[in-house]
């Protein structure tokens, strides 16, 4: 006779079914799932694959586990809630069961559309051995039966008060996953009940934890097998919450945290840790096990909005690393850890995650304040406690700003909102300092008619309170930008008060601002012309400048009235300082046709192209002409009929440009990164284009 794997004292042993079993020389191997063996841990059972090998299927211990079981190693089942089987049920004593499960004439199997619910396994078909359903609660034992008969069965007995039902699969892995599917929901429907019914902490905290255990070591792999502890808990807490003590508190924590590094705590569970945060600040618990949660949070959260308890919590978290020892420091590292050590931070939805846990905390800071000024309570506000959390959060935002590859994102988000704060600035500033245009022109309003920091910063507005020394930063990086600059000039005409009073103040950044105004006549009123140079005149630095100015003014002219050639092509591998060296040579002021093709020339050049203002022709064939120059000579050469940027490296950042050039002719942009859409834009902008050469590009 067989041996049978198990525990010798179970009932299934004496079981006339498992007898008949062993007369037909199949071993049994049993999964006990009755209260007594979730309770009892004294076996492991087994499961045998098709090979014969045998299988460890995870434990409960007795006594909650110090630290949890590692996750089943072996196959994984998606949960099955419903499907298609062959079902026999068998109603019986146990003492002729031998001779039923060896009479062939009784063996009958029906076909039914088995549902898994929440409290018991029914058919959808209510007919047949299904009329009734088999509440999880009645159920004694699941366990397989390798093979009861000649033909190979792929089977699992369930065990009943007064009989079995049968389950037959097409295959080993089928049945398995029905076997499988079957215990976890028994195993929820007893947790739920259990737990639901608990009125003492320390057995709410032990059943949690053997609840959790199981989640983790079946080998049912769903999102299931962990929300529904997760909700679970979160429904007991809110029953819970008067009688559960300090340490249960702790302890629940514990439990759930193997739970949370795959998903997101819910709503109350995120409450819950709020207030462990909030009251113990400096235990253990809060860096061991809250970080990798709240890390997931910032990496995988797509809405804040939704979930404002979430965001609750990491605010909570942030604040209680503030309360470490050298907190500050630790939260800003904290920031750093979620960029990673790479130069471009490798999860999409960290920053705006971090930007909208900041800007909702120091709303909240300041809508503290402002209701204790009207409630006449302000002296009850811990002001040190006060400025130490809004310090906090405002050093996150300067860290982040830190980080080239946060930073157009950054200012995209904070843009708007002026904050009343001197640490403010220096995320302003490393903002306003980037060299790329993308990031520091985040410093203008988002859209036309809307202010952005630069407005809000002007000298002698509300918002400044550093005698302009912030705008002027801003100032010289926009002065210096390779987009627009004529535009912005244009627009500068609005702040030529402010800017002048920076130029009194020796601000060499405004002075340049004045001096290009002057050089590209963007100003009509010969008044404020005037007083723009004696501005200029009252500083040396300025002196200078305006003296520069008025040289470059008077080459122009002379320039333009000596004549000169009508044609002029340069040698190739001629550079920059090649053509700066001809053109300085002689008078070119007639100059209409530029040939640089083939030449090392780059966008350099173009400061020097934009003084020959009667050029209709200009060559740049397989140069390194690139977007900057393309950008300036569309502001200035507006007689311009014929262009050849063939091979050469433009963009439709620099080609998106060429629409000011209204008698543009003939255009060759073949082999450029042209884009189909700007080729569109260009064509409905230019009414004068006869000709475009756009072959290999993607507009071909």
């Known amino acids: 006779m067989a041996t049978i794997e198990g525990n010798s004292t179970d009932s299934s042993s004496t079981d006339p079914l498992i007898l008949g079993e062993r007369e037909l020389g199949s071993p049994i191997h049993t999964v006990a799932t009755d209260p007594g063996a979730l309770s009892d841990y004294s076996r492991v059972p087994l499961l045998r694959n098709d090979s014969g090998s045998s299988l460890t299927i995870g434990s409960m211990p007795s006594t909650p586990p110090a630290v949890y079981s590692k996750p089943f190693q072996g196959p994984r089942f998606k949960l099955i809630h419903e499907g298609d089987i062959q079902i026999c049920r068998l109603n019986h004593t146990r003492t002729i069961v031998s001779k039923i499960m060896n009479s062939r004439y009784l063996r009958r199997w029906e076909s039914h559309h088995i549902v898994l619910g929440k409290n018991d396994i029914r058919s959808a078909t209510v007919i047949g051995m299904m009329e009734n359903p088999i509440p999880y609660s009645s159920i004694e034992d ?36 029905w076997l499988h599917s079957i215990l976890w929901k028994k195993h929820m429907y007893k947790y739920e009940k259990l737990l639901k019914n608990a009125r003492r902490p320390e057995v709410l ?35 819970n919450a008067d009688f559960i003590t300090k340490v249960a508190h702790e302890n629940i924590i514990v439990a759930l945290a193997p739970l949370l590094e795959n998903n997101h705590p819910t709503q109350e569970i995120c409450e819950f840790f709020s207030k462990h945060c909030k009251n113990s600040p400096r235990s253990s618990i809060v860096i061991e096990l809250f970080t990798p949660v709240v890390q997931r949070i910032l990496k995988h959260n797509t809405d804040f909005g939704k979930y404002p308890r979430m965001r609750g919590f990491v605010q909570e978290y942030i604040q209680a690393l503030n309360c470490q020892n050298d907190g500050y420091r630790v939260v800003q590292n904290f920031v750093k850890c979620m960029h990673s050590p790479a130069s471009t931070c490798p999860h999409p939805r960290v920053l705006p995650n971090l930007v909208a846990v900041c800007l909702a905390a120091v709303y909240t800071c300041f809508e503290e304040k402002k209701n204790a000024m009207q409630d006449n309570t302000l002296n009850t506000i811990d002001t040190q406690e006060w400025e130490s959390k809004l ?74 309170d550093d005698e ?37 103040r020796e601000n060499e950044a405004a002075m340049e601002v004045l001096c290009a105004m002057l050089e590209l006549d963007v100003v009509e009123n010969n008044d404020l012309k005037m007083q723009m140079v004696t501005t200029l005149q009252s500083t040396s630095t300025g002196k200078r400048m305006y003296t520069d100015l008025c040289e470059r003014q008077i080459a122009l002219r002379e320039l333009q009235q000596k004549g000169g050639p009508k044609k002029l092509t340069l040698p190739s591998k001629s550079t920059d300082s090649d053509l700066a060296k001809m053109l300085s040579s ?113 507009a071909w």
Not at 587 to 593: I, K
Request: proline share 3%.
């Open 391 to 464: 310090l906090c959060y405002i050093g996150m935002m300067e860290t982040m700003s830190e980080f080239e590859d946060w930073r157009c994102v950054l200012g995209s988000l904070l843009q708007p909102i002026p904050f009343p704060n001197e640490k403010m600035k220096s995320t302003i500033r490393n903002i306003a300092t980037d060299e790329h245009c993308d990031v520091h022109q985040t410093i203008l309003g988002i859209r036309e008619g809307k202010e952005g920091w630069f407005h809000l910063y002007i000298p002698g507005s509300i918002g400044c």
């Open 205 to 239: 905290v032990k059943e949690i934890k053997n609840m959790i255990d199981v989640s983790l070591t079946t080998n049912i792999q769903d999102a299931s097998i962990y929300q529904f502890p997760l909700d679970l808990v979160s429904d007991l807490l809110q029953q």
């Open 586 to 698: 002689g008078s070119f002021g007639n100059l209409e046709c530029l040939s640089l093709a083939f030449t090392h020339v780059t966008s350099a050049c173009a400061n020097d192209l934009i003084k020959l203002p009667s050029l209709r022709y200009l060559n740049l064939w397989s140069t390194q002409f690139g977007d900057t120059g393309l950008q300036l000579i569309s502001e200035h050469l507006h007689k311009l009929q014929v262009l050849n940027l063939c091979e050469t490296p433009v963009t439709d950042k620099g080609l998106v440009c060429l629409s000011s050039l209204k008698n543009l002719r003939k255009l060759n942009l073949n082999s450029t990164s042209l884009s189909a859409l700007i080729f569109e834009g260009l064509k409905e902008k230019l009414p004068a284009l006869q000709e475009c050469d756009i072959r290999y590009t993607d």
């Open 468 to 504: 302009g020394e912030l705008w002027g930063c801003m100032l010289k990086t926009l002065i210096h930008c390779c987009c627009k600059r004529k535009k912005f000039l244009f627009e500068m005409n609005k702040l030529i008060g402010p800017v002048m009073l920076l130029a009194l």
């Open 142 to 177: 699941v366990h397989i039966i390798s093979r009861w008969d000649a033909g190979q069965k792929f089977c699992i007995r369930i065990t009943i008060p007064d009989g079995s039902l049968l389950i037959q699969a097409h295959n080993s892995y089928i049945r398995d996953q």
